[in-house]
């Protein structure tokens, strides 16, 4: 069986390695996870979280072959495996999402990660718009979205699976012209 994606390519940043998920990340992944900090910010993610559901995720990445559903398991130098990133389709427009381990949290990992794979799905692909959000209280993630020219779009009620309930939800979405320039700025 082939564990990894083929067209997820490899993106390397300052400090970063993004890769595609293997199946020898599921330990970590069920690690990081199965810790309500992390997985109470995310929509998707079951709480508590065990090894055959992050075995069951990779699986489930398998074959994914376009840009807008790609998946990165994201690595430091010197510290190893953090956590990861990927992109889902909804709709016609792709979705980014993200979260790291509790212990690798304020070093500006998660800044750096976004940014190079926001940079890379423009260039691979023609999407004029990518669509994120945040739960109201994370003000972490919105702090890196704002920063990289997401806007607020709105508000909706999105089911967290870990907390069982529906949370306010900040819909955002940043535009390829936008990216561009906010990169040209923080660089000048
Ligand atoms: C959200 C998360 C990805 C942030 O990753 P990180 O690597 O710690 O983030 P960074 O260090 O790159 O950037 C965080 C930014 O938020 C800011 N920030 C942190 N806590 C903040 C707070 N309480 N209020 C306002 N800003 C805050 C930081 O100052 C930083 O901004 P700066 O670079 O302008 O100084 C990480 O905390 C995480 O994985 N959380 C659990 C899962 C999650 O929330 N995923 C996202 C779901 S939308």
Known sequence: MRLTEPTTPVLRT????????????????????????????????????????????????QGQTQPGEANFTIEVDGMGYVGHLGFHMQGEEPGV???LG??????????????AA???????????????????????????QTKLGFTETGRS???????????EHIDTQLTRERFQHMRQASRS
Do not use: Q
């Not at 212990?103 to 940014?115: L, N, Q």
């Open 14 to 61: 300052r400090r970063l390695v993004l890769r595609a998920p293997r199946m020898e990340d599921a330990p970590d992944i069920a690690r990081h996870l199965n810790n309500f900090e992390v997985s109470g910010n995310l929509a998707r993610v079951p709480f508590p979280y065990h090894l055959s559901d992050a075995r069951a995720w990779i699986r489930s990445r």
């Open 97 to 99: 999402g993200y979260w």
């Open 102 to 115: 509790r212990p690798f949290w304020g070093k500006g990992i998660m800044s750096e990660a976004v940014e």
């Open 118 to 144: 926001i940079n890379w799905l423009f260039s691979a692909s023609d999407f004029a718009t990518i669509r994120s959000g945040v739960f109201y209280f994370n003000a972490a993630s919105l702090a890196i």
């Open 157 to 167: 009620s999105l089911l967290c699976l870990a907390r069982g309930a529906e949370v």
